[in-house]
């Protein structure tokens, strides 16, 4: 297995991890995460900032394990699979988790996963046909202004909430709002595929 893999399967790891950390209820197990008050009134629970130090990292293998099998070539299909999956579950757990303790409205995670689906059908479709779709401006966009957004509501939007600006949450919403743009380019670029012949 090549090193892009490995962080593949690493990023695979680190989502479960995260996940693990954020869906347990601990305090029925008897173990409670410290909180801690930062500048006033700021509650901090670590649980959140460990989970916010996984998914940095996390973030960072994918945007390492792309640029090396690309500089490389050693670009695999098991990799472009596994690094789908590890997207998926990274991103898309975390953002459900977020809505379920309340830091993101859940239409967020609705609106993501459901442009996912129409996207990956797209590219699946598209693909048969021998059509290659390459990602688009916007979709790395989205991409880069959801990692930093979940990264920071993570963290609680420091240091940005010290002057009451939600930088994170207005990330993730822009980050939504380029996801269906990207979607309806998706199915611009690929609407020959659907005609009926």
Known sequence: MNLPNKLTIGRIIAAIIILIILVVPWYNLGIEF?????????????KYIIVGVLFVL???TDFLDGHIARSRNIVTDFGKV???????????GVLIMLAYDGFISIAIPVIIITRDIFVDSFK???GKKGKVVAASFTGKAKTMCMMV???LTLFYNLPFELIGINVGYALIIIATILSIISACQYYYNTKDTFKAK
């Open 82 to 92: 596994m690094d789908a999956i590890a997207d998926k579950v990274l991103v898309n």
């Open 34 to 46: 410290p909180v801690y008050q930062i500048a006033g009134n700021i509650m901090v629970d670590l």
């Open 149 to 151: 957004g979940m990264a």
């Open 124 to 126: 699946m479709a598209s």
């Open 58 to 60: 996390a973030a960072l």
